[in-house]
């Protein structure tokens, strides 16, 4: 029997014209009329029309069920005083949305989506994506959802994860930040999500594509070959083509001063990649970022006093080529295993160098130019195979450059700058292609430059600061800010130019720096504050860069020479304050260790995947 109105259910305090709406269950529910017109844009729509039933006293939504109309009676009795309730069950807030779609209440739409997310945790995520895809929430719910299971890569279960649908498997494989300890995780997770349903198959090819092999040891790309083998993949992956390609998968680590007086010290500081890029960003209220922290290991240090040395990662191993105290160049090399933890002695260089460029290259170790003994210039360049564990001389550099800088782009190794043989600052470029043991001069730079720091992204190769003259050229500090470079220049590959593109704040000479995601990270060090510079990349680029592009930036097999220290002038200008402006090109940024000290060194810095140990 039909109730009257003034038997039906209601929720508002208002006393104007009503109307009961009716649930396909039959629950009925008033409302006023007015309210409903304001706010309901399928009711406007009604009533707009002409149509007869948005006249009626009751209104029939055959799609809406009782516990819909509930949450928007709900919803309505605390619209005038906006007191929403901080937190409804998650049924709740399924039922309050379909009532919201399908009222068109756009208010309520933006206060159920926030009640949506507040339920986001690693039970959750697959029936909150499962809501927001009804709904089409891909950029308000979609996007939030699987940046939370990036950061939760490792904690949310596998089984779980195999429930993602085809296009939010490929957003998060796709994505440049997943918090992993390894890209064969990533890999490994595609091939579950294949293995579930013989229909995957046909994704597989687009969500292996996004997988950076490149962040892979030799070990696991043979791995992944017979893998592909097996399941009758037809996957050929280039070298080439991923050589610059990162994620925020593994350690970031950071060495130190391997000398006696320094073993107090932890040699290596750790910190997940992940953690390191999110802490990195800018704060949305523009508060300061706090000083990045890295975590103290206690590992073993290297077992010999060396006074300085260059180091790269390459394979999954560290190397150490460095200089003992009372030797003026070097040959020795050591290597560190981070799985096993283990260092061990490697073959020496044919040539003892100082001031060389040390850069990996398609799995093996490339040492170039520098100063050898009696310090003469030497051309020479000599590659290690780890396999053999031998040193191969290899065509040498047209021209001797000690103090230069370099990196990999694309399958290549460039070189830049350096200092000749009559102490000229030099702004020479040579790309050496491996395929055929060949320099080939480039375009030069704008700027003569030594120990700068290069890096690339795409097909687009920046060197950033350095020395313009010889002055100081033995010191780690000079005090006239006149001898730096204080700018940065990038080189298009494809039409061989370089443009001037960027203004460093600090000096940079010498200094450790690595590159993630298209973001350029120098480490600096200066008295009481460790600093490190944050230069964006991405606005230098031609193609603007989203959530889901996978071309992204190397990891930089970069050069560990002395840390600098700023003057007076250039410590109170930057001292004060850490520049937090999203948009600005270039940032400054601190970091410590857990305990409050910033005493520990930063002489190289790399990713490695790492053991427990």
């Given at each position: 029997?039909?109730?009257?109105?003034?038997?039906?259910?209601?929720?508002?305090?208002?006393?104007?014209?009503?109307?009961?709406?009716?649930?396909?269950s039959?629950?009925?529910?008033?409302?006023?009329k007015?309210v409903?017109?304001?706010t309901?844009?399928?009711?406007?729509?009604?009533v707009?029309s002409g149509?007869?039933d948005?006249?009626?006293r009751?209104?029939?939504l055959?799609?809406?069920t009782?516990e819909?109309?509930?949450e928007?009676?709900d919803?309505?009795?605390?619209?005038?005083?906006?007191e929403?309730?901080?937190?409804?069950?998650?049924?709740?807030?399924?039922?309050?949305?379909?009532?919201?779609?399908?009222?068109?209440i756009?208010?309520?739409?933006?206060?159920?989506?926030?009640?949506l997310?507040k339920?986001?945790?690693?039970?959750?995520?697959?029936?909150?994506?499962?809501?927001?895809?009804?709904?089409?929430?891909?950029?308000?719910v979609v996007?939030?959802v699987i940046?939370?299971?990036?950061?939760?890569?490792?904690?949310?279960?596998?089984?779980s994860?195999?429930?993602?649908?085809?296009d939010?498997?490929?957003?998060?494989?796709?994505?440049?930040?997943?918090?992993?300890?390894?890209?064969?995780?990533?890999?490994?997770?595609?091939?579950?999500?294949?293995?579930?349903?013989?229909?995957?198959k046909?994704f597989?090819?687009?969500?292996?594509?996004?997988v950076?092999?490149?962040?892979?040891?030799?070990?696991?790309?043979?791995?992944c070959?017979?893998?592909?083998?097996?399941?009758?993949?037809?996957?050929n992956?280039?070298k080439?083509?991923?050589?610059?390609?990162?994620?925020?998968?593994?350690?970031?680590?950071?060495?130190?001063?391997?000398?006696?007086?320094?073993?107090?010290?932890?040699?290596?500081?750790?910190l997940?990649?992940?953690?390191?890029v999110?802490a990195?960003?800018?704060?949305?209220?523009?508060?300061?970022?706090?000083p990045?922290?890295?975590?103290?290991?206690?590992?073993?240090?290297?077992?010999?006093?060396l006074?300085?040395?260059?180091?790269?990662v390459?394979?999954?191993?560290?190397?150490?080529?460095?200089?003992l105290?009372?030797?003026?160049t070097?040959?020795?090399?050591?290597?560190?295993?981070?799985?096993?933890?283990?260092?061990?002695?490697?073959?020496?260089?044919?040539?003892?160098?100082?001031?060389?460029?040390?850069?990996g290259?398609?799995g093996?170790l490339?040492?170039v130019s520098g100063?050898?003994?009696?310090?003469?210039?030497?051309?020479t360049?000599?590659?290690?195979?780890?396999?053999?564990?031998r040193?191969?001389?290899?065509?040498p550099?047209?021209?001797?450059?000690?103090?230069?800088?370099?990196?990999?782009c694309?399958?290549?190794?460039?070189?830049?700058?350096?200092?000749d043989?009559?102490?000229?600052?030099?702004?020479?470029?040579?790309?050496?292609?491996?395929?055929?043991?060949k320099?080939?001069?480039?375009?030069?730079?704008?700027?003569?430059?030594?120990?700068?720091?290069?890096?690339?992204?795409?097909?687009?190769?920046?060197?950033?600061?350095?020395?313009?003259?010889?002055?100081?050229?033995?010191?780690?500090?000079?005090?006239?800010?006149?001898?730096?470079?204080?700018?940065?220049?990038?080189?298009?590959?494809?039409?061989?130019?370089?443009?001037?593109?960027?203004?460093l704040?600090?000096?940079?000479?010498?200094?450790?720096?690595?590159?993630?995601?298209?973001?350029l990270?120098?480490?600096?060090?200066?008295p009481?504050?460790?600093?490190?510079?944050k230069?964006?990349?991405?606005?230098?680029?031609?193609?603007?860069?989203?959530?889901?592009?996978?071309?992204?930036?190397?990891?930089?097999?970069?050069?560990?020479?002395?840390?600098?220290?700023?003057?007076?002038?250039?410590?109170?200008?930057n001292?004060?304050?850490?520049?937090?402006?999203?948009?600005?090109?270039c940032?400054?940024?601190?970091?410590?260790?857990?305990?409050?000290?910033?005493?520990?060194?930063?002489q190289?810095?790399?990713?490695?995947?790492?053991?427990?140990?």
């Amino acid at each position: 029997m039909m109730k009257d109105v003034d038997d039906v259910e209601s929720n508002d305090d208002s006393t104007g014209e009503r109307i009961v709406l009716i649930s396909k269950s039959g629950g009925r529910h008033q409302i006023d009329k007015n309210v409903l017109f304001r706010t309901s844009n399928y009711f406007q729509g009604l009533v707009n029309s002409g149509m007869r039933d948005a006249h009626c006293r009751e209104f029939t939504l055959e799609c809406l069920t009782n516990e819909s109309l509930i949450e928007v009676m709900d919803y309505f009795s605390k619209f005038s005083t906006n007191e929403l309730e901080s937190l409804k069950s998650l049924n709740e807030v399924e039922a309050g949305l379909d009532g919201a779609f399908y009222l068109q209440i756009n208010d309520m739409i933006d206060s159920y989506i926030e009640l949506l997310l507040k339920h986001l945790n690693y039970s959750t995520c697959l029936r909150i994506l499962d809501i927001a895809n009804k709904y089409v929430l891909i950029d308000r719910v979609v996007d939030k959802v699987i940046k939370y299971v990036s950061k939760n890569f490792k904690k949310i279960s596998e089984s779980s994860k195999t429930f993602l649908s085809p296009d939010e498997m490929f957003r998060l494989v796709a994505s440049e930040e997943i918090n992993s300890d390894s890209e064969m995780d990533v890999f490994n997770l595609i091939i579950m999500w294949i293995s579930e349903n013989e229909l995957r198959k046909c994704f597989a090819k687009k969500l292996l594509n996004e997988v950076r092999y490149n962040l892979m040891t030799t070990s696991e790309k043979q791995k992944c070959s017979a893998i592909f083998h097996n399941m009758n993949l037809n996957m050929n992956y280039s070298k080439d083509k991923d050589s610059n390609i990162s994620r925020t998968v593994g350690k970031l680590f950071v060495v130190g001063s391997t000398e006696k007086k320094h073993r107090g010290k932890n040699f290596f500081n750790i910190l997940p990649v992940y953690n390191f890029v999110e802490a990195c960003k800018t704060r949305s209220n523009g508060a300061e970022p706090k000083p990045i922290k890295f975590n103290p290991s206690y590992r073993r240090r290297p077992p010999l006093d060396l006074f300085r040395y260059n180091a790269c990662v390459v394979d999954n191993c560290l190397y150490l080529i460095g200089q003992l105290r009372r030797k003026w160049t070097c040959r020795e090399i050591l290597v560190y295993d981070p799985v096993t933890a283990v260092w061990s002695k490697g073959c020496s260089m044919h040539h003892p160098r100082r001031d060389f460029y040390l850069g990996g290259l398609a799995g093996h170790l490339y040492a170039v130019s520098g100063y050898t003994t009696g310090a003469n210039e030497t051309p020479t360049v000599e590659k290690y195979i780890p396999s053999e564990n031998r040193w191969y001389m290899v065509e040498p550099l047209p021209l001797a450059l000690p103090s230069l800088a370099g990196c990999v782009c694309n399958g290549s190794m460039y070189v830049s700058g350096g200092v000749d043989e009559i102490f000229h600052v030099r702004n020479l470029m040579y790309q050496y292609d491996p395929s055929c043991n060949k320099w080939f001069s480039r375009a030069p730079m704008l700027t003569a430059r030594i120990s700068h720091v290069m890096t690339s992204t795409g097909n687009k190769i920046f060197a950033v600061g350095g020395k313009i003259t010889t002055n100081g050229l033995d010191e780690s500090f000079d005090e006239n800010l006149d001898d730096y470079a204080m700018d940065g220049e990038m080189y298009d590959v494809e039409s061989d130019q370089w443009s001037s593109v960027l203004q460093l704040k600090l000096p940079v000479y010498g200094l450790p720096s690595i590159t993630i995601n298209n973001c350029l990270y120098i480490f600096d060090k200066i008295p009481t504050l460790f600093l490190f510079q944050k230069i964006n990349l991405c606005k230098y680029l031609k193609e603007e860069k989203t959530s889901n592009s996978s071309s992204s930036s190397s990891m930089q097999d970069t050069n560990a020479n002395n840390i600098n220290v700023v003057t007076n002038e250039a410590k109170e200008q930057n001292s004060h304050c850490v520049d937090t402006d999203p948009d600005d090109d270039c940032q400054i940024l601190r970091y410590k260790n857990p305990n409050g000290k910033t005493s520990f060194d930063c002489q190289y810095l790399g990713v490695m995947i790492m053991s427990d140990i």
